[in-house]
T-cell receptor, first 116, second 117 residues
Framework: GNSVTQMEGPVTLSEEAFLTINCTYT??????LFWYVQYPGEGLQLLLKATKADDKGSNKGFEATYRKETTSFHLEKGSVQVSDSAVYFC???????????????FGQGTILTVHP | GAGVSQSPSNKVTEKGKDVELRCDPISGHTALYWYRQSLGQGLEFLIYFQGNSAPDKSGLPSDRFSAERTGGSVSTLTIQRTQQEDSAVYLC???????????????FGPGTRLTVL
């Protein structure tokens, strides 16, 4: 089956520090990969996505590259801000076994706290 | 123009009672998904609708859970005889089917927090 594994949190950083949140996956079929973010008190929002190998998704200074050889999609940001404090979820959609819809499989989430 | 809306935002119920959770997708979105977010299980898929049809109900945890969608729009998730393990945040998402299910962005609602006492 499909699964996503994220680095365990919580992650606590100072403002302007470099961020990496690791994400690896297993999937049948050819997955698309996503990072979703959940800010305090808000719903899940798509942060970025990549749909094929070597694609780089980027948004709001965050980047992640689809690495098929290592089955990874690590999230990075060069300089975090206090406003980046949130829960980050890695996810995938993989069509296989006759599935024809975009069921998301999520990682367990990583809590990020950024201090001034 | 509004996003996905869900109601109620919070629901507290007693064990054994039935509850109904509502989702209003973004206008024109034909695909609708229900997920559940709980401490022990993380985010898990429950059911998917394309139009009014639910091709896959295998994510529903038990036969106490059911869902329907009418008019290709509003969806209701019903939990009968609620149990304490049903306590979770129930999330609804919708997408506009354009390029295909691998790439269509799912837009999430704020969720309904269900607490079963």
């Amino acid at each position: 089956g499909n699964s996503v594994t994220q680095m365990e949190g919580p992650v606590t950083l100072s403002e302007e520090a470099f961020l990496t949140i690791n994400c690896t996956y297993t999937a049948t079929g050819y997955p698309s990969l996503f990072w979703y973010v959940q800010y305090p008190g808000e719903g899940l929002q798509l942060l970025l996505k990549a749909t094929k190998a070597d694609d780089k998704g980027s948004n709001k200074g965050f980047e992640a590259t689809y690495r098929k050889e290592t089955t990874s999609f690590h999230l990075e940001k060069g300089s975090v801000q206090v406003s980046d404090s949130a829960v980050y979820f890695c996810a995938l959609v993989a069509l296989s076994g006759g599935t024809s819809y975009g069921k998301l499989t999520f990682g367990q989430g990583t809590i990020l706290t950024v201090h001034p | 123009g509004a996003g996905v809306s869900q109601s109620p935002s919070n629901k507290v119920t007693e064990k054994g009672k039935d509850v109904e959770l509502r989702c209003d997708p973004i206008s024109g979105h034909t695909a609708l998904y229900w997920y559940r977010q709980s401490l022990g299980q993380g985010l898990e898929f429950l059911i998917y609708f394309q139009g009014n049809s639910a091709p896959d109900k295998s994510g529903l945890p038990s036969d106490r859970f059911s869902a329907e969608r009418t008019g290709g729009s509003v969806s209701t998730l019903t939990i009968q005889r609620t149990q304490q393990e049903d306590s979770a945040v129930y999330l609804c998402a919708s997408s506009l089917v354009i390029r295909g299910p691998r790439t269509d962005t799912q837009y999430f609602g704020p969720g309904t927090r269900l607490t079963v006492l």
